[in-house]
């Protein structure tokens, strides 16, 4: 009888522990998800943020390629009025 409380004692002290180290890397594999959860926060915003900074470039590029175009357009007209009055 006093054996099997010895037994008993054991293993409930053995499972004790061993639940208490799973408990242990439970909790530390779930700060490492949310660790892991921020920074995956801070990446999509970083590339939200790259992907406007290059948006508004390629507009403001496009704007400036416009802007170039209709002066060129304005050049050439000019250039052909002034060919053409010369000619005659």
């Known amino acids: 009888m006093e054996n099997e409380l010895i037994l ?5 002290s053995i499972s004790s522990l061993l639940l208490a180290v799973v408990a242990y890397f439970i909790k530390q594999l ?3 998800f ?5 920074d995956i926060t801070e990446v ?14 390629y507009d403001l590029l ?3 390629v ?8 304005n050049l050439e007209l000019l250039n052909f009025k002034n060919k053409n009055d010369e000619k005659r």
């Open 66 to 73: 416009e802007y170039l175009e209709t002066r060129i357009k």
């Open 30 to 32: 779930h700060s490492d």
């Open 44 to 57: 999509k915003t970083m590339a939200l943020l790259i992907k406007t900074e290059f948006k508004n470039s």
């Open 8 to 12: 008993n004692v054991l293993f409930g």
């Open 62 to 64: 496009s704007q400036r």
């Open 34 to 38: 949310k660790k892991m959860e921020k």
